[in-house]
């Protein structure tokens, strides 16, 4: 990571109108979360055609609800980062004006960001399938298999594979990625969709991109900036340089 490269982007964000940051589970590793496709990621552990399908739970609700209660119990030790920490900084001082992020962790409000869309939903809360009330995901954590009052299995408040996204949230996602005129995509893989269309679109409505991830993925080939690193490193850097 090069200090002129800073220099450029901080310039590029000091001049926008409307920016946003689309992050990914990169962004919360460096708070002992893990991700999901890494060779030491959840998938690696568990396997995603077992685990990850909405089928998945709906027919072996105990053998799911093992592996989610320690992603779960992962997730509730965790803290955010210095990355996360910048991000609600640039929010605070209007240079960031919404965060869509993939990951379910909930780390993006504990740091003080305000206006997130949690795209694939969250693991605070667990939802019935039955009647779709709402619960303090507690409520789940202390049965077995999680049911409603209703007597309809829980889930966490999040996507699994084979589930559509919220259509009020896609709309809210979509019309933030189509005005914005600069898109900080941090810490993701770009491969699951419609996620993964987001930097796309925002280019092709005239954004700069700015990549911040440990190595290339597929939103290099387009980005306008590309920095290599800790997330929790180079945000922090990028704030600074904001205020010179």
Avoid at 6 to 25: H, S, Y
Avoid at 79 to 103: C, D, R, S
Avoid at 213 to 240: C, F, H, Q, R, T
Wanted: proline residues 5%; hydrophobic residues 40%.
């Amino acid at each position: 990571m090069e200090r002129r490269d800073l220099i450029k982007v901080a310039e590029e964000i000091k001049k926008a109108k409307l920016i946003v940051a689309l992050t990914g589970a990169g962004i919360s590793t460096e708070s002992g979360i893990p991700d999901f496709r890494s060779k030491d990621g959840i998938w690696s552990k568990f396997d995603m055609n077992e685990y990850g399908y909405i089928d998945n739970i709906i027919i072996q609700p105990e053998k799911v609800w093992k592996m989610l209660k320690i992603l779960i119990e992962d997730i509730a030790k965790a803290e955010p980062n210095n990355g996360h920490k910048a991000i609600a900084e640039m929010e605070k001082f209007g240079y960031l004006h919404a965060v869509i992020t993939q990951n379910v962790d909930g780390l993006h409000q504990k740091a003080g960001s305000k206006n997130v869309i949690e795209i694939h939903g969250n693991f605070r809360e667990a939802r019935c399938l039955r009647c779709g009330r709402i619960y303090d995901i507690g409520y789940a954590l202390k049965q077995e298999i999680p049911k409603c009052e209703c007597g309809g299995l829980l889930k966490p408040n999040a996507i699994f594979f084979g589930e559509p996204i919220p259509k009020d949230v896609f709309i809210k996602s979509f019309s933030m990625v189509e005005k914005c005129d600069v898109m900080l995509v941090v810490g993701t893989s770009a491969m699951v969709y419609p996620a993964a269309q987001f930097p796309i679109i925002a280019k092709q409505n005239g954004a700069k991109i700015i990549e911040i991830n440990n190595e290339p993925s597929m939103i290099s080939n387009i980005a306008d900036y590309s920095l290599y690193g800790k997330a929790g490193e180079i945000l922090p850097s990028l704030v600074k340089h904001l205020f010179f």
